[in-house]
């Protein structure tokens, strides 16, 4: 069985400039969560997506967007980009009948420059 | 305000000793607790959760954890480390099913051969 993938495994952006970052869960799974993984901040909670609708978001600005399509792959998109944006982002899935446990996807490493 | 601590940024033991990384956690409710596992530039895999029953929990590769509820820790510990057990180990928790996972700052464990 697949699990979540990610793409890109890196994003080189300049400040300003607007990125996208998506994901697919495991089969089967109806839940996306985003997390960013900044040096030195730890694992902070983004955003959740539950049967195409955001369930809960994180302490982010507006400017950390996204959305779940019928496939139950995930978009995560950041408009209007700062040099603290730079980061890992890790997107997790999760199943209807086992929610309680997620599995993480290997990352997108944003860099902005 | 919810948290997970771990209270060791690093853990250092020599291959073959019995090693303990402990995580103590404030969430509303019963909690549902996570241990994760990262290597340098991957993502996190899931090692093992306690949601109820048995405050033993066993999981992937030979680690286990201990539930303790009069005093709020879920330690992870293993009876005999492996030099390939060193990484970087996350505690999570969260006071209801389906709701974003709330990490510890990361403990990283180094076995030495």
């Known amino acids: 069985e697949a699990g979540v993938t990610q793409s890109p495994t890196h994003l080189i952006k300049t400040r300003g400039q607007q990125a996208t970052l998506r994901c697919s869960p495991i089969s089967g799974h109806t839940s996306v969560y985003w997390y960013q993984q900044a040096l030195g901040l730890g694992l902070q909670f983004l955003l959740w997506y539950d049967e195409g609708e955001e369930r809960n978001r994180g302490n982010f600005p507006p400017r950390f967007s996204g959305r779940q399509f019928p496939n139950y792959s995930s978009e995560l998109n950041v408009n209007a980009l700062e040099l603290e944006d730079s980061a890992l982002y890790l997107c997790?899935?999760?199943?209807?009948?086992?929610?309680?446990?997620?599995?993480f996807g290997p990352g997108t490493r944003l860099l902005v420059l | 305000a919810q948290s997970v601590a771990q209270p060791e940024d690093q853990v250092n033991v020599a291959e073959g000793n019995p090693l303990t990384v402990k995580c103590t956690y404030s969430v509303s409710g019963n909690p549902y607790l996570f241990w994760y596992v990262q290597y340098p530039n991957r993502g996190l895999q899931f090692l093992l959760k306690?949601?109820?029953?048995?405050?033993l929990v066993k999981g992937s590769y030979g680690f286990e954890a201990e539930f303790n509820k009069s005093q709020t820790s879920f330690h992870l510990k293993k009876p005999s480390a492996l030099v390939s057990d060193s990484a970087l180990y996350f505690c999570a928790a969260r006071g209801q099913a389906g709701t974003a996972l709330i990490f510890g700052k990361g403990t990283t464990l180094s076995v030495s051969s």
């Open positions: 306690y949601i109820t029953g048995d405050n």
């Open positions: 997790a899935s999760s199943s209807r009948v086992g929610r309680e446990t997620q599995y």
